[in-house]
């Protein structure tokens, strides 16, 4: 409980893992520049924020992602819930707004302030100067980073398929081709001569090719 004036002015406040955090700021700057932490809590509630001035102004508010699209970061204020440029807010959630449901009653300004978000939170915009949302002029993957930053698998290229012959051949080559193939090659076989039994110890630098 903040319950008293400045009871958590300036604060860090961590919530308990696997446990539900419920937060009540309530009274002038009771939870002004606070850090409210429950990224790791089942669930986190931030009340009131609403009785006194000043009560949850500039806060920074790290909510825990939502479960399976129901959100279980719940912030209920007024006015008093408030940004601007001497206090800023600061929100983190890996969905951005999707992991926030903020209610705030009668509120109409002073929405400044940044939403990070993605899974390290590398990802940011501008909260809009008239709700809970994206400023529209800039980047809004935080609105719903899952589908905005979400990518197709990578294909790899598949080889190319050449029409296959129609008549191939019953015997292919299996021979490395010649580096200056000729241009009109003879399609007869050439028949191979059985090596000589006594080979000159001097042979020709010009063989013949004739048969013996």
């Known amino acids: 409980e903040c319950s008293a004036t400045g009871a958590c002015l300036n ?3 961590y919530g308990p893992n696997n446990d539900e955090f419920i ?3 309530t009274n002038n700057n009771a939870c002004g520049n606070s850090m409210i932490d429950g990224r790791y809590s089942s669930e986190l509630q931030l009340l009131d924020c609403a009785t006194g001035t000043g009560v949850c102004g500039g806060i920074t508010i790290w909510c825990p992602p ?7 970061c719940t912030i209920n204020g007024d006015p008093s819930f408030y940004g601007n440029t001497q206090q800023p807010l600061e929100f983190y959630g890996i969905n951005g707004f999707a992991d926030f449901d903020i209610i705030t009653t009668g509120k109409t300004e002073d929405y400044y302030g940044t939403m ?4 390290d939170y590398a990802a940011t915009c501008d909260i809009s100067s008239s709700g809970w949302y994206c400023d529209t002029n800039g ?3 935080c609105d719903n980073p899952n589908t905005s930053s979400s990518s197709s698998p990578s294909t790899t290229s598949q080889p190319s398929t050449q ?3 129609i008549s191939p051949s019953t015997s292919p080559s299996t021979q490395e081709p010649s580096i200056s193939p000729s241009g009109s090659p003879s399609t007869s076989q050439t028949s ?7 080979p000159s ?3 020709s630098i010009s063989p013949s090719t004739q048969e013996p």
Request: charged share 15%; net charge negative.
């Open 11 to 13: 604060a860090k406040i």
């Open 23 to 25: 937060i009540t700021c």
């Open 66 to 72: 939502n479960n399976n699209g129901v959100k279980i």
């Open 116 to 119: 990070h978000c993605q899974s």
């Open 139 to 141: 980047d809004l993957t």
């Open 163 to 165: 029409e296959p012959s």
């Open 192 to 198: 191979t001569q059985e090596p000589s039994i006594s």
């Open 201 to 203: 110890i001097s042979p």
